[in-house]
């Protein structure tokens, strides 16, 4: 498929100072995508990728079905139910094919943005993460194991990054968190910020709030089984491979064991 053959609206949605820019020739589609993204729209960056959306009429599509995302002649490809989607690494270019629901452009710049932070060392990771005194904090875990519940007892002083899909970029003196779209049970974006990551802690529910320190291995082993990442290539994973163990190896990792009340919020400065 070839670009548009005529666009009139142009969305640039920055996710980690990473803008991408949606075309598309819907005025519809192009609101809704400035009301979904809110806050992440910003058109004075350089992009860093462009896309090419093409609406098809609404059939019946399923989010649910099985993600392939996979490298052929150098071009990222990635189908699910509700979309199909082609994009060039070289050309920072790349089409997708969806019906007007936001749920699958989602999607798309979820697994874009995956790739193109495993290139620079950073991750996608499920985990909830929060700004508090200009520093930022990680708090992953299994289905279930708090991320929503500590970030709704956050306090007034931290801002709530994601209860979800945390954003991590490698930069030249370490990482930092950034803020997402990526709505989770709280059913709210978060603030687009970023600040200096601190640590990573792992939740587990418990009768006490404490904090346990992790070794490098462990926590890498903890932290790969956290990561989003969707592309069945070698070199990619390999890259993801070796991003979680730098990542472990500089950030300060520990299990974080709480009560589901708002002191624990005393140990997280």
């Given amino acids: 498929m070839t670009a548009l053959a005529s666009v009139a609206f142009e969305i640039s949605i920055s996710i980690g100072g990473l803008p991408v820019v949606v075309r598309t020739d819907s005025s519809e589609f192009s609101d809704l995508l400035k009301d979904r993204y809110g806050s992440f729209v910003n058109s004075a960056l ?161 009768p006490e709030n404490r904090i346990e320190p992790i070794q490098p291995v462990e926590a890498a082993r903890k932290l790969l089984r956290n990561i989003l990442f969707f592309a069945h290539d070698e070199a990619l994973v390999r890259m993801v491979f070796q991003s979680a163990l730098d990542f472990a190896n500089t950030v300060p990792v520990s299990k974080l064991i709480f009560t589901p009340d708002n002191r624990v919020w005393e140990l997280i400065r």
């Fill in 46 to 206: 350089d992009p860093v990728f462009e896309l090419d959306v093409e609406l098809i009429p609404s059939v019946t599509t399923y989010e649910d079905e099985d993600l392939t995302v996979r490298v052929e002649h150098g071009r990222w490809i990635l189908d699910r139910g509700d979309f199909h989607a082609e994009c060039d690494p070289v050309r920072r270019h790349g089409w997708v094919r969806q019906s007007s629901n936001p749920y699958s452009i989602d999607g798309v710049l979820r697994i874009l943005h995956s790739l193109l932070l495993a290139e620079h060392g950073g991750l996608l990771v499920h985990a909830a993460s929060a700004v508090r005194n200009g520093k930022a904090f990680l708090f992953s875990g299994v289905s279930g194991a708090g991320k929503t519940t500590i970030s709704r007892l956050a306090p007034p002083d931290a801002q709530v990054l994601t209860d979800e899909i945390s954003y991590v970029r490698r930069t030249k003196s370490g990482y930092e968190a950034c803020g997402t779209p990526f709505a989770g049970e709280l059913a709210r974006i978060g603030v687009n910020l970023s600040a200096p990551l601190e640590a990573l802690y792992f939740l587990v529910q418990g």
